[in-house]
């Protein structure tokens, strides 16, 4: 079993920056992959990124590329989100996720209780 908690969110103004952090704590954390989502208010849940295990497949919805930036340090059992370029539509409860294996997928097996990302001036 996991446990995730994410950090880092926070006000910031349009074209800032933020890195938020997701936090894992259990046994074999490294074998998970692990996704960041969001949920804008009145709005449904997206995926915004995945990364592997290994960091060998990571993927970005298409809204966010070139902008936001997923690692993990699986020493720390940490994965980040660097987000630059942010926008007003990148307003939302940020969570990650864990799903055993390679893949990310929408119902994840573990869930933080989220961070709150404000964009604006």
């Known amino acids: 079993q996991l446990q995730l908690v994410e950090s880092g969110g926070g006000l910031v103004q349009p074209g800032g920056s933020l890195r938020l952090s997701c936090a894992a704590s259990?046994?074999?954390?490294?074998?998970?992959?692990i996704g960041w989502f969001r949920q804008a208010p009145g709005k449904e849940r997206e995926g915004v990124s995945c990364?592997?295990?290994?960091?060998?497949?990571?993927n970005y919805t298409d809204s966010v590329k070139g902008r936001f930036t997923v690692s993990r340090d699986n020493a720390k059992n940490t994965v980040y989100l660097q987000m630059n370029g942010l926008e007003p539509e990148d307003t939302a409860v940020y969570y990650c996720?864990?799903?055993?294996?390679?893949?990310?997928?929408?119902?994840?097996?573990?869930w933080g209780k989220g961070t709150l990302v404000t964009v604006s001036s």
């Open positions: 259990g046994n074999n954390a490294e074998y998970y992959a």
């Open positions: 990364i592997s295990p290994g960091s060998t497949r990571i």
């Open positions: 996720a864990a799903r055993f294996g390679a893949y990310c997928r929408a119902e994840m097996t573990y």
